[in-house]
């Protein structure tokens, strides 16, 4: 969960929920900023994608980082983009220099459907592909939660040849919603 504390009301502001007008930063480094200074605050998810508690601050940016991967995979549709930005950005509070670096691409991506100018069908395989990309730098394989493990043999060439039936995920249909991909028969390393 992503909230905004507001001035007007002791209420907060939950990002990425229906109605939400709280526009998102356009850069990683910009939604970092105003997590240091406290004007945003967003849940760090990791645990689901480890095996026992993470060894140290890069490992749980991967795991993290991993976490988000899983989401987009399973479920996501990009209805919720602007909380799926503040999620990934959190992943970058425990490892901020390298991951910044590392998961700014994908923020952008991910801040383009936020904004409309993408669909989530689009850019979820880049997205989730990018992210592998930049847990798989911080996570050793035997570490990984077991649900979690396949993730990192995917779409580990170039982002924009990744899709969703490569990722083992849901397909978009016409309309934007989700539906099962069936698993395509592949050689292992295409995957």
Known sequence: MCILPTA???????????????PAPKTLGEALEKMKAGSIRARFDHDAALQGEAQDQKEACGACLLDKVDAIVVDWSGRYARHLLFAM????????????????????????????????????????????????????????????????ERCRGAPKDCTMAKLGGRGFDAFGRTEKVEQQQQPREEL
């Open 8 to 22: 007007a009301s002791e209420d907060p502001i939950i990002l990425g929920s229906p109605g939400d007008s709280v």
């Open 89 to 152: 950005a959190a992943c970058c509070t425990k490892d901020e220099f390298d991951c910044a670096e590392d998961v700014a691409p994908a923020y952008a991506l991910l801040e383009a459907v936020d904004r409309r100018e993408a669909t989530a069908a689009e850019n979820a395989p880049q997205i989730a592909a990018l992210l592998i990309e930049a847990a798989a730098k911080r996570l050793k394989s035997e570490r990984v939660a077991e649900t979690h493990t396949h993730y990192l």
